[in-house]
């Protein structure tokens, strides 16, 4: 029994960033991915959110199923910033890099930063854009046109096996 233990857990921790269905003792069937399990508590993503599952909640897990990435998940981390016309971008896509720097300019003397949500197809192309959104320092409407039309300007490296969309976020600080 010992050894059943130690491969299950040897097998955990080489595959912890694998698709998984973990069955609750209540019956219930949870698809995610596992992200970590520290101190008996799983740390899941699941229909996007990160969720947390006491082990002693736990049935049994299946490993290896097939949960697809839906392109929403943003994962905690740093941005990446450029520098463009004189103006801070800042970005974040999962797994993307981006490969045509977005066209900033301003005609007038505002400021602040506009966080604007993206969505782009796996050949890279931003399909829309949302200004606005949660770390914005402005609620200026023309700053968030110019941001949105920015941030359609970039194009971010394909991905033809990725999500059919994936969701991020570029930040032009004016």
């Known amino acids: 029994m010992k050894t059943l233990y130690t491969l299950f857990f040897l097998g955990l921790s080489l595959s912890t960033f694998a698709q998984h269905s973990i069955v609750l003792k209540s019956g219930d069937k949870v698809d995610c991915v596992v992200l970590s399990l520290n101190d008996d508590v799983w740390q899941v993503y699941e229909n996007g959110k990160e969720r947390t599952i006491a082990m002693k909640e736990v049935s049994s897990i299946f490993f290896n199923e097939y949960v ?10 740093n941005e990446t910033i450029l520098k ?7 970005y974040l896509m999962k797994d993307r890099k981006m490969i045509r720097n ?5 005609g007038s003397q505002d ?18 854009a949302e200004p606005g959104q949660s770390g914005s320092t402005t609620s200026n409407k023309y700053l968030y046109i110019k941001a ?3 941030a ?23």
């Open 68 to 77: 697809p990435y839906d392109g929403i998940f943003i994962p905690s981390g």
């Open 102 to 106: 977005p066209k900033v300019s301003i």
């Open 111 to 128: 400021k602040g930063s506009v966080v604007v949500k993206v969505i782009v197809d796996r050949y890279g192309n931003v399909l829309s």
């Open 148 to 150: 949105k039309t920015a």
């Open 84 to 90: 463009v016309s004189g103006f801070t971008v800042k």
């Open 152 to 174: 359609k300007t970039a194009k971010f490296d394909e991905s033809l096996k990725g999500p059919l969309k994936t969701e991020g976020t570029i930040t032009i600080v004016y």
